[in-house]
């Protein structure tokens, strides 16, 4: 079975400008988190998508967005990017909410200049 | 809100040697609490959780509720156990929604 997959895996952007980040869950899950990490916060969860709908959400402000498609991908979008937003992303899925586990992506590594 | 403390950035400790990562969390419900294992230029990886209580590549650890920890232990230190730990905790909001808090990460390093 295929792992999550992330796209782009790397992407350089300059401050003001806006990015998006794809995600494709592991086939059959629906449940779709994304992550930021970054030497000095480490990982601190962004939000969750569970059947096309946000369920939950992090301490970012709403320059951060996302959303989940029919078929479970997923997409995260930045707007005004800040310098301070250079970090990798990381995408987990599970089967759905509740006790299930996580299996992350590789992630998207993100600089902006 | 939810806290999980792993106050080791950088553990070395010598082949053979037991390990020990400490981990503490803070959660007014009923935690659930993970260990998670980033190789080198490896993904994030689940190592073990505590409601499985099971041993993974040695490794095992057990929630105690009355000091909120979660350490992580392995009796004899491996080289290829260096890596990034990182201890997690599920919480729940309204409605069955969840999401993971992480700890900042204990580096390993193993020293042959």
């Known amino acids: 079975k295929a792992g999550v997959t992330q796209t782009p895996r790397y992407l350089i952007k300059t401050r003001g400008q806006q990015v998006t980040l794809s995600c494709s869950p592991i086939?059959?899950?629906?449940?779709v988190s994304w992550y930021q990490q970054t030497p000095g916060q480490g990982l601190q969860f962004l939000f969750e998508y569970f059947s096309e709908t946000q369920r939950n959400k992090g301490n970012f402000p709403g320059r951060f967005s996302g959303r989940q498609f029919s078929n479970s991908r997923s997409e995260m979008n930045v707007s005004t990017l800040e310098l301070g937003d250079s970090a990798l992303y990381l995408c987990?899925?599970?089967?759905?909410?509740?006790?299930?586990?996580?299996?992350f992506g590789p992630g998207t590594r993100l600089t902006v200049t | 809100a939810q806290r999980v403390t792993q106050p080791e950035k950088l553990l070395s400790v010598f082949k053979g040697a037991p390990v020990e990562l400490k981990c503490n969390y803070s959660y007014s419900g009923s935690p659930e609490l993970f260990w998670y294992v980033q190789y080198s230029r490896q993904r994030l990886q689940l190592l073990l959780r505590?409601?499985s209580r099971e041993s993974i590549k040695g490794f095992t650890a057990d929630l105690n509720k009355g000091e909120t920890s979660f350490h992580l232990k392995k009796p004899f230190a491996q080289e290829e156990d260096s890596a990034m730990y990182y201890c997690?905790?599920?919480?729940?909001?309204?409605?069955?929604?969840?999401?993971?808090?992480f700890g900042k990460g204990t580096h390993l390093i193993i020293q042959p």
């Open positions: 997690a905790l599920r919480w729940y909001s309204g409605g069955g929604a969840d999401g993971l808090t």
């Open positions: 086939s059959g899950h629906r449940s």
């Open positions: 987990a899925s599970s089967l759905g909410e509740g006790p299930y586990e996580q299996y």
């Open positions: 505590h409601i």
